[in-house]
């Protein structure tokens, strides 16, 4: 188990080791460079990243510059994985690939390290490779030995590569499946959408045409108001108009109360009237008759003496000529002479003349 202490975390996120905890592609590496001349060892750098819905690790290694007689400038390459440490793994494998076609001197074994037959399953085989392997042996040769294992480590990158690959088709299935049932979910639900759209629609053309109804009903509202306004105000024209003819009917009533009293007035005066004609009446009969004496008036029967109907004569003006005998004399009111003359008139009596008469004082 490495220790906490070979790896380091950035401000940026990254996790950083030299991996010379661990044996493998990295110590390799490390012992490759330093034959050639490098002093510090490459640093391995990684984080987590997504795509989708899979996650795994960005992994980047750094080769530090080469200083002394043959230098050379810092290099890096990158890559991805599911864990941290097979991606460094496989981040090495590349950087020992990169750095052998670079140097001339692995350049004759690089043609035989491809089809080196490392993954073989007789026991002759076998031996033979740890043969290659041993360095106590005589006329060992610590490049065959290193490539050698690299090509072991190489085959072990593509196991993991296999078994990568077997997770990320695993993944890829399942995010298939649950793609698909996502798209069924969705289609269901675009469904749903397009169906409650058309509910929406529907209610949308209900709303414009209650609104439209409301609109006509607000109209026809106001018309009706505009309407009841003329009406107020005629009904206010007519009020005024029956306040005017009830003060008239008012100052009409004092005048037919005013013309009943006349009337009562003159009824009464008519009813002497027409008892003076009767008697007027009786008259004529009279005269009708053989000639008698004319009457003579006494002072009993017109309620004065003697002496008194001489002053009365007396009193009136010279002008005024006495009734002749068998002739009757009316008194009325100055204002009502008129209407008895036509009611006279009316019953055929002629009215000889009218003067006036003023009663002694």
Do not use: K
């Not at 289609?187 to 053309?205: C, K």
């Not at 109360?257 to 007035?265: F, I, M, P, V």
Request: charged residues 20%; proline residues 5%; negative net charge.
């Amino acid at each position: 188990m490495a220790a906490l202490s070979d790896f380091h975390f950035d401000e940026d996120g990254w996790v950083r080791s030299t991996c010379l905890h661990r044996e493998g592609l990295p110590v390799l590496l490390w012992e490759v460079l330093q034959e050639f001349g490098h002093t510090e060892p490459p640093q391995y750098y990684g984080r987590v990243s997504s795509e989708g819905a899979i996650s795994g690790w960005e992994a980047r290694l750094r080769v530090p510059a080469r200083l002394g007689l043959f230098q050379s400038d810092p290099w890096e390459v990158h890559t991805e994985g599911a864990e941290i440490l097979s991606v460094w793994d496989r981040a090495a494998a590349m950087a020992i690939t990169q750095f052998c076609e670079q140097e001339p001197i692995f350049a004759s074994y690089s043609a035989s390290t491809v089809g080196f037959p490392v993954r073989v399953t007789s026991e002759y085989s076998r031996q033979r490779f740890s043969l290659l392997l041993d360095s106590t042996l005589p006329g060992h040769v610590p490049a065959l030995a290193r490539i050698a294992r690299y090509a072991a480590g190489m085959l072990g990158v593509c196991d993991q590569f296999r078994s990568e690959n077997t997770l990320y088709r695993q993944g890829l299935r399942t995010a298939h499946t649950t793609t698909q049932e996502q798209t069924q979910q969705i289609l269901g639900q675009s469904q749903q959408l397009a169906e409650q759209s058309q509910q929406v629609v529907w209610l949308a053309e209900q709303f414009l045409e209650q609104e439209q109804r409301v609109v006509e009903h607000a109209q026809q509202i106001a018309e009706q108001s505009q309407q009841l306004e003329e009406q107020s105000q005629q009904l206010a024209e007519q009020t005024q108009q029956l306040a005017e003819q009830a003060q008239q009917i008012e100052e009409l009533t004092e005048q037919v109360d005013d013309q009943e009293a006349l009337a009562d007035h003159l009824q009464d005066a008519l009813q002497v009237a027409l008892g003076n004609v009767h008697q007027l009446q009786l008259q004529q009969q009279q005269a009708a008759a053989p000639p008698e004496p004319p009457p003579q008036v006494s002072g009993v029967e017109s309620g004065v003496g003697p002496q008194e109907m001489s002053d009365a004569a007396s009193s009136v003006g010279q002008n005024d000529v006495p009734p002749q005998a068998g002739s009757t004399a009316i008194l009325v009111n100055e204002q009502n002479v008129a209407h008895l003359q036509e009611e006279l008139r009316a019953r055929g009596i002629e009215v000889e003349r009218v003067f006036e008469y003023q009663p002694p004082r």
